[in-house]
């Protein structure tokens, strides 16, 4: 099935006619976007576009075709497959991952109790967010991330929308199918908002390479203890860390003899030296490298590359 | 009046009590027939009320408890079970995989329209399991749940009305059939 078929298909009969006419190249779409009775709206290579009842792409929203209360209800239910309750633990987060790894970005009435978010409800706010791999971006990277043949722990710093879990996943791939002399390692992940793997009914719809082992939708602090006891993995690949919690598993991971690549949100080596749980890990030298991205200039912009002491190995642009 | 004519006339008088009294054999047996044919029907009706009871209860498990979508949860009760009611699940599951594009509830209704003409649900069983489909899948488990548990809870005070009437019904529709058929009979001879 390609993209357009996939994309297609989580909408109501009217707005699939619609779509259906829209000649633009699927691949190149970010993001889909339906509000209740407001235009219906495509991301389409950085450019915000509204879409015409007849299936064109307008600058003028008055031209744009109005989306209906019955078509957003008719869009949920398409997109779960006529199964919203079976993605209650995801709604709850926000988000529903669909065939294909596309995320769904939900927004409406929340149901608050003592546990925090129980549901949400009126969702009238829907945002298709097209999920793109870009196989090989890792590939300037992972030599500094190997040696003696062994991978390093490695910090991957970025801000948001910079590439950064993009990065991790193409790494995973790389480091569980082996890249070049490099042999292939078991690897775990522990994907906690499913956006590494983007998970559905358990399958990555994201290529994580053939020794990857996936705990989706798993707290990170747990995951990682759960993966160490019941996978051995050889490395573990965790998303955003940060939190007080997360400092204990890291290092119980590293005292376990495993591997560890994770990310977190920054913009400088200097950023990070200033937040407490992070500045203790580069202080104590948890990590043996860090990977600094930005965003200048476009998407993935690899700023530098930085062992444990300190030292700058690489600085440049490195990937598209 | 001659003898040939006499003879003539006791055979003619002879065929056609005969021919009476197959006809009325014929009416008193189909009219029987019909309603023993009815009673086997209510019966029938009933057992399947009770099956669907049971296949719902399943299905509750799978979507409440093995958290299944609706498509695989009505593809495993399809599987489990039989008849023509495992057909119609089935059929769901296989046209929710399909994912046409229109509503849920317009699909179920579509289906249990198709189902077998000659299964032994009455118009009004058939009416309620199409309104079963109108808030299935949608929002929570909570909502779910309630919805089964209220089609539930139709199905049982169905299936009680049913058992408690039962042996009075299939009484009534014997007898009725036989006594009809020789009213009938009468009334024609």
Same mark, same amino acid.
């Given at each position: 099935?390609?993209?357009?078929?996939?994309?297609?298909?989580?909408?109501?009969?009217?707005?699939?006619?619609?779509?259906?006419?829209?000649?633009?190249?699927?691949?190149?779409?970010?993001?889909?976007?339906?509000?209740?009775?407001?235009?219906?709206?495509?991301?389409?290579?950085?450019?915000?576009?509204?879409?015409?009842?007849?299936?064109?792409?307008?600058?003028?929203?008055?031209?744009?075709?109005?989306?209906?209360?019955?078509?957003?209800?008719?869009?949920?239910?398409?997109?779960?497959?006529?199964?919203?309750?079976?993605?209650?633990?995801?709604?709850?987060?926000?988000?529903?991952?669909?065939?294909?790894?596309?995320?769904?970005?939900?927004?409406?009435?929340?149901?608050?109790?003592?546990?925090?978010?129980?549901?949400?409800?009126?969702?009238?706010?829907?945002?298709?967010?097209?999920?793109?791999?870009?196989?090989?971006?890792?590939?300037?990277?992972?030599?500094?991330?190997?040696?003696?043949?062994?991978?390093?722990?490695?910090?991957?710093?970025?801000?948001?929308?910079?590439?950064?879990?993009?990065?991790?996943?193409?790494?995973?791939?790389?480091?569980?199918?082996?890249?070049?002399?490099?042999?292939?390692?078991?690897?775990?992940?522990?994907?906690?908002?499913?956006?590494?793997?983007?998970?559905?009914?358990?399958?990555?719809?994201?290529?994580?390479?053939?020794?990857?082992?996936?705990?989706?939708?798993?707290?990170?602090?747990?995951?990682?203890?759960?993966?160490?006891?019941?996978?051995?993995?050889?490395?573990?690949?965790?998303?955003?860390?940060?939190?007080?919690?997360?400092?204990?598993?890291?290092?119980?991971?590293?005292?376990?003899?495993?591997?560890?690549?994770?990310?977190?949100?920054?913009?400088?080596?200097?950023?990070?030296?200033?937040?407490?749980?992070?500045?203790?890990?580069?202080?104590?030298?948890?990590?043996?490298?860090?990977?600094?991205?930005?965003?200048?200039?476009?998407?993935?912009?690899?700023?530098?590359?930085?062992?444990?002491?300190?030292?700058?190995?690489?600085?440049?642009?490195?990937?598209? | 009046?001659?003898?040939?004519?006499?003879?003539?006339?006791?055979?003619?008088?002879?065929?056609?009590?005969?021919?009476?009294?197959?006809?009325?054999?014929?009416?008193?047996?189909?009219?029987?027939?019909?309603?023993?044919?009815?009673?086997?029907?209510?019966?029938?009706?009933?057992?399947?009320?009770?099956?669907?009871?049971?296949?719902?209860?399943?299905?509750?498990?799978?979507?409440?408890?093995?958290?299944?979508?609706?498509?695989?949860?009505?593809?495993?009760?399809?599987?489990?079970?039989?008849?023509?009611?495992?057909?119609?699940?089935?059929?769901?599951?296989?046209?929710?995989?399909? $994912?046409?594009?229109?509503?849920?509830?317009?699909?179920?209704?579509?289906?249990?329209?198709?189902?077998?003409?000659?299964?032994?649900?009455?118009?009004?069983?058939?009416?309620?399991?199409?309104?079963?489909?109108?808030?299935?899948?949608?929002?929570?488990?909570?909502?779910?749940?309630?919805?089964?548990?209220?089609?539930?809870? $139709?199905?049982?005070?169905?299936?009680?009305?049913?058992?408690?009437?039962?042996?009075?019904?299939?009484?009534?529709?014997?007898?009725?059939?036989?006594?009809?058929?020789?009213?009938?009979?009468?009334?024609?001879?």
């Amino acid at each position: 099935m390609d993209k357009r078929d996939e994309l297609i298909k989580i909408f109501p009969k009217d707005i699939r006619v619609i779509l259906g006419q829209v000649s633009v190249d699927f691949n190149q779409i970010q993001e889909i976007r339906l509000r209740i009775q407001a235009p219906l709206l495509m991301i389409y290579n950085n450019r915000e576009y509204y879409i015409t009842p007849s299936g064109k792409l307008s600058k003028r929203a008055e031209e744009a075709y109005l989306v209906s209360r019955q078509e957003l209800k008719e869009t949920l239910e398409q997109m779960s497959n006529y199964s919203l309750y079976a993605f209650e633990e995801e709604i709850k987060q926000g988000f529903i991952t669909i065939c294909g790894g596309h995320r769904i970005g939900i927004a409406g009435k929340t149901i608050v109790d003592e546990h925090g978010i129980r549901t949400m409800k009126f969702i009238s706010f829907i945002n298709v967010r097209i999920s793109h791999q870009v196989r090989g971006c890792a590939d300037g990277v992972l030599p500094y991330l190997y040696e003696r043949g062994d991978i390093l722990h490695t910090l991957i710093i970025s801000p948001p929308r910079c590439g950064k879990t993009t990065l991790l996943r193409d790494i995973i791939r790389q480091v569980s199918n082996g890249n070049g002399p490099e042999p292939g390692m078991t690897v775990g992940v522990v994907d906690e908002r499913s956006e590494i793997g983007a998970c559905y009914q358990g399958i990555p719809q994201n290529e994580l390479g053939i020794r990857t082992d996936i705990l989706d939708c798993c707290p990170k602090v747990q995951g990682m203890m759960m993966l160490i006891r019941t996978m051995s993995p050889r490395v573990i690949a965790v998303d955003e860390i940060g939190s007080r919690a997360d400092l204990e598993a890291i290092e119980y991971v590293m005292n376990c003899g495993c591997k560890l690549i994770a990310t977190v949100h920054g913009s400088s080596i200097d950023d990070m030296k200033q937040k407490p749980v992070l500045g203790r890990m580069m202080q104590e030298k948890w990590f043996e490298r860090y990977i600094i991205l930005n965003n200048n200039g476009k998407i993935g912009n690899l700023d530098q590359i930085y062992d444990s002491r300190g030292n700058q190995l690489y600085g440049g642009f490195l990937y598209d | 009046m001659t003898p040939g004519a006499i003879n003539y006339m006791g055979a003619f008088f002879m065929i056609s009590f005969g021919m009476k009294l197959v006809g009325c054999c014929l009416i008193i047996s189909g009219a029987s027939g019909y309603g023993f044919w009815l009673a086997r029907r209510y019966g029938e009706r009933l057992e399947a009320l009770e099956y669907l009871r049971q296949m719902i209860y399943l299905l509750k498990g799978q979507i409440l408890y093995a958290n299944a979508p609706l498509a695989e949860a009505f593809e495993t009760v399809g599987r489990r079970t039989e008849g023509f009611l495992a057909e119609l699940f089935l059929q769901a599951a296989d046209r929710t995989y399909r $994912q046409e594009g229109e509503p849920f509830a317009q699909m179920w209704k579509d289906t249990v329209e198709q189902m077998d003409k000659d299964s032994p649900l009455a118009p009004k069983d058939r009416q309620s399991l199409k309104d079963l489909g109108e808030h299935l899948g949608f929002l929570d488990r909570d909502m779910q749940e309630r919805n089964l548990l209220l089609y539930l809870e $139709q199905l049982d005070l169905e299936i009680q009305k049913m058992r408690g009437q039962k042996q009075e019904r299939s009484r009534l529709y014997t007898s009725l059939g036989i006594m009809g058929g020789l009213f009938l009979a009468v009334l024609l001879c």
